[in-house]
């Protein structure tokens, strides 16, 4: 596999990242989904589990300060290959805040 097992989108719940989300699980790669609002998350989570892989599901809201520390547990030990986000980033946080040396 050219990225490794498992793909990480966050905004995996509709939209863009809802569509991305099914390409790959077509493509038999595992997925961690990532977005603020439980029902869509879950039911693209379902629809992406009918291709066959694992899927984990991670809701959260990319503005709260503990969003990456959830993340970095949901992904603990998975060999994560490739990171989509199709997220907003809000003026208040923007991605210079975002530190992740203590979850390497």
């Not at 694992?54 to 290959?81: H, K, M, N, W, Y």
């Amino acid at each position: 596999m050219k990225y490794g097992p498992w793909a990480l989108i966050a905004g995996g719940s509709e939209g863009v990242g809802a569509e991305f989300a099914q390409l790959l699980a077509e493509a038999s790669l595992n997925l961690v989904l990532v977005a603020r609002n439980a029902d869509p998350l879950q039911q693209n989570a379902d629809r992406c589990r009918r291709h066959g892989g694992e899927v984990r599901t991670v809701q959260v809201d990319l503005s709260d300060p503990a969003a990456c520390t959830r993340i970095a547990a949901a992904t603990s030990g998975l060999e994560v290959g490739l990171l989509s986000s199709s997220t907003a980033i809000w003026p208040n946080f923007g991605t210079s805040s975002i530190s992740t040396s203590r979850h390497r």
